[in-house]
């Protein structure tokens, strides 16, 4: 299957700063990425679909300025968590499409903590 | 709203005992249904893709099948390696290209 690599893999940060979290896929070119989010013991929410060379969709509920999304690249999407808070803590994944296909391939996910 | 529902949310096998997963969905349309594996602190592993009902795929002792309404993914003389989290994630041919999730059943295979 296809390859999608994110990094890091666990950031632990103190409230107020910023942190950056990039995926990439790594054998194939992906026009879209997702990134989605996971609590314990709950199934993977949506946040946003970022779009090579444009805007980032955002699913409802989801802070734009908060979580910043590039996708600057056809193999890069990063994902910003501004101002963070401890709220903010959480598993963060990302996911790519080859093109044509259905099903989507993930990243490892990245672990935040916000102390 | 395309909604995906996991039963049960945990289940515990011996070594050898063979079971099922079940995934009950509604979607506007389904375009393909989709089963992973997680395994804790890991980004969901792919495992099949289902687009039609009466469709079976197989991987090893795991065998998943769709009808119209749910999938089943079969577990055959699970072993410990097996232990995970199983999601299902349905796409439909509307709205965004993604996938609406189910929470996962939680598989433990104990030796």
């Known amino acids: 299957g296809a390859v999608v690599s994110q990094h890091p893999s666990r950031v632990i940060c103190k409230s107020g700063t910023s942190v950056k979290i990039e995926c990439r896929s790594l054998?194939?070119?992906?026009?879209?990425m997702f990134w989605y989010r996971q609590f314990p013991k709950q199934s993977l929410m949506l946040m946003a679909t970022?779009?090579?060379?444009?805007?980032?969709?955002?699913e409802q509920g989801v802070e734009k300025d908060k979580f910043l999304i590039n996708h600057a690249s056809l193999t890069l999407s990063t994902l910003t968590v501004t101002s963070a808070h401890p709220e903010d803590s959480s598993f963060y994944i990302c996911?790519?499409?080859?093109?044509?296909?259905?099903?989507?391939?993930f990243g490892e996910g990245s672990r935040l903590t916000v102390l | 709203e395309d909604q995906v529902t996991q039963s049960p949310e945990a289940l515990r096998l011996q070594e050898g005992e063979s079971s099922s997963l079940n995934c009950s969905y509604t979607?506007?349309?389904?375009?393909?249904l989709f089963w992973y594996r997680q395994d804790p602190g890991k980004g969901p592993e792919f495992l099949f893709t289902?687009?039609?009902a009466g469709e079976e795929k197989e991987k090893e002792r795991l065998k998943a099948t769709l009808t119209k309404k749910e999938s089943f993914l079969h577990i055959t003389a699970p072993k410990p390696e097996d232990s995970a989290t199983y999601l299902c994630?349905?796409?439909?041919?509307?709205?965004?290209?993604?996938?609406?999730f189910g929470k996962g059943t939680m598989l433990l295979v104990s030796p």
């Open positions: 979607v506007s349309g389904l375009r393909g």
């Open positions: 054998d194939f070119q992906a026009t879209t």
């Open positions: 996911s790519a499409r080859v093109l044509g296909a259905g099903e989507l391939f």
């Open positions: 289902l687009y039609s």
């Open positions: 970022s779009n090579e060379g444009s805007k980032a969709t955002y």
């Open positions: 994630a349905v796409q439909a041919f509307s709205g965004y290209s993604t996938l609406t």
